[in-house]
């Protein structure tokens, strides 16, 4: 059973930190490039981070370059969104998205979200 997982979100106060995970389930993530997404209230979904199967290259959007940092745990099957210097523009459900690479290209798959609010 293919599953994404999100998890660790929370309430922060601006300028704190917290820490996503996206535990994948059914596939292995380093045969995937995963990426993070968020969801405002009253906004459209848009693309915060990705890191690439196997090579590991990352991609941030400019809104949370330097603040945010993605990482793979191959081990754990496991991928991470470390968030530092948080701001209340970053309140949003964050989702976890995983777009297969080589022999999986096609298969895609989406976790639930995970709610992070930041208080000013």
């Known amino acids: 059973d293919v599953q994404l997982q999100a998890s660790g979100g929370g309430l922060v106060q601006a300028g704190g930190s917290l820490g996503l995970s996206c535990a994948a389930s059914?596939?292995?993530?380093?045969?995937?490039?995963i990426g993070w997404f968020r969801q405002a209230p009253g906004k459209e979904r848009e693309g915060v981070s990705c890191?690439?199967?196997?090579?590991?290259?990352?991609w941030y959007a400019d809104s949370v370059k330097g603040r945010f940092t993605i990482s793979r745990d191959n081990a754990k099957n496991t991928v991470y969104l470390q968030m530092n210097s948080l701001k209340t523009e970053d309140t949003a459900v964050y989702y976890c998205?995983?777009?297969?690479?080589?022999?999986?290209?096609?298969?895609?798959?989406w976790g639930k979200g995970t709610l992070v609010t930041v208080s000013s």
């Open positions: 890191i690439a199967s196997s090579g590991g290259s990352t």
């Open positions: 998205y995983a777009d297969g690479a080589r022999q999986y290209r096609g298969r895609e798959f």
């Open positions: 059914g596939f292995t993530v380093d045969d995937y490039n």
